[in-house]
């Protein structure tokens, strides 16, 4: 199993270009997440889904769009990107069992900088 | 509004003594709680979850404990070593979604040789 995956590792946008950050889990999870990480702070959900074709937003969903056509892809669209979207971006998933809700397996993030 | 702290930044310690962190919450009833491990450059790693029922928790050298009283959980790390050397993040499920985690800022731990 590859577990959560990300792409791009690193990516330098200029202000007002577009970008997908795409992530992929092998794991069958139904639940993915993504968050942004700031310097210092904590991770914030930006947008989560619980199932294929179900989406919703997180604390921090301005600026940013995402889509769940299948159980392994959620990736998180950026529009017009502006400085305030430099940060480290993490996808997740986790699952739900007989014994509740589980932990999350987090991709190894993609580092974006806008200029 | 529903806040979570981790009380100290950074925390230093020697060599095989007890690292203990402190996580404190208001505003909320978790259902559960989780800590994570993170390394410089990479993502979360989980580490344990103890839910609200329960009191404490262990697995090798970790131990975390939840009190709903207190609204706190301490997580340890007995015989620490320089390996241990990593930020550690709380993170609390709950609100009527319990998928959903609210994470804290994280405590940066340094075990010193």
């Known amino acids: 199993n590859a577990g959560v995956t990300q792409t791009p590792k690193f990516r330098i946008l200029k202000i007002g270009q577009s970008m997908t950050l795409q992530c992929t889990q092998d794991?069958?999870?139904?639940?993915m997440y993504w968050y942004r990480q700031d310097p210092g702070m904590g991770l914030k959900l930006i947008y989560y889904?619980?199932?294929?074709?179900?989406?919703d937003k997180g604390e921090v969903p301005n600026g940013y769009n995402v889509s769940r056509s299948t159980t392994e892809d959620f990736p998180l669209r950026l529009e017009l990107a502006a400085p305030s979207q430099t940060s480290v971006y993490f996808c997740a998933s986790s699952s739900r069992t007989s014994g509740g809700y589980n932990e999350q397996f987090f991709g190894p993030g993609t580092r974006l900088t806008v200029l | 509004s529903q806040k979570i702290e981790q009380n100290s930044e950074a925390l230093n310690i020697q060599e095989g003594k007890t690292a203990t962190l402190t996580c404190n919450y208001t505003?909320?009833?978790?259902?559960?709680l989780q800590w994570y491990r993170q390394d410089p450059g990479r993502g979360p790693v989980f580490l344990l979850l103890?839910?609200?029922?329960?009191k404490e928790k262990r697995k090798e050298r970790l131990k975390v404990t939840f009190d709903t009283t207190l609204k706190q959980s301490l997580f340890h790390i007995t015989a620490s070593q320089p390996a241990d050397s990593a930020t550690y993040l709380c993170?609390?499920?709950?609100?009527?979604?319990?998928?959903?985690?609210?994470f804290g800022k994280g405590t940066l731990l340094t075990v010193n040789p």
């Open positions: 103890i839910r609200e029922n329960e």
């Open positions: 993170a609390l499920a709950g609100g009527g979604s319990n998928y959903k985690l609210t």
């Open positions: 889904s619980v199932g294929a074709g179900i989406t």
């Open positions: 505003n909320y009833s978790p259902a559960y």
């Open positions: 794991m069958n999870h139904n639940y």
